[in-house]
Nanobody, 126 residues
Framework: QVQLVESGGGLVQAGGSLRLSCAAS????????VGWFRQAPGKEREFVAA????????DYADSVKGRFTASRDNARNTDYLQMGSLKPEDTAVYYC???????????????????WGQGTQVTVSS
């Protein structure tokens, strides 16, 4: 069983930056694909970014490409989502999720993942 804990959300002005963290309790993320999703009020949960089991591959939604960076620190058992040039439309609850194994196909789908964090609120003011 893997427990994921997100942190780093908050209120920021448009154009600002935030870094979200996703910590895995009791184990390293090595060997796990980690995805980031977000859900705004009244909208479906959507894919944001993903890091592969090795940490060597990443994938991003078009809406965040060039502004967000997903990364991994195995020494800290933590994945990060660095968010820059934030826009009001980035306002949402952000979730991290994890799945063991090397399968990379399907990382944009929420049902690909086995474990989910509790979510952290990101609010971008205009």
């Amino acid at each position: 069983q893997v427990q994921l804990v997100e942190s780093g959300g908050g209120l920021v002005q448009a154009g600002g930056s935030l870094r979200l963290s996703c910590a895995a309790s009791g184990r390293t993320f090595s060997g796990y694909a980690v995805g980031w999703f977000r859900q705004a009020p009244g909208k479906e949960r959507e894919f944001v970014a993903a890091v592969s089991w090795s940490g060597g591959n990443t994938d991003y939604a078009d809406s965040v490409k060039g502004r967000f960076t997903a990364s991994r620190d195995n020494a800290r058992n933590t994945d990060y989502l660095q968010m820059g040039s934030l826009k009001p439309e980035d306002t949402a609850v952000y979730y991290c999720a994890a799945r063991p194994g090397r399968l990379w196909v399907g990382v944009r789908r929420s049902d690909y993942y086995d474990y989910w964090g509790q979510g952290t609120q990101v609010t971008v003011s205009s």
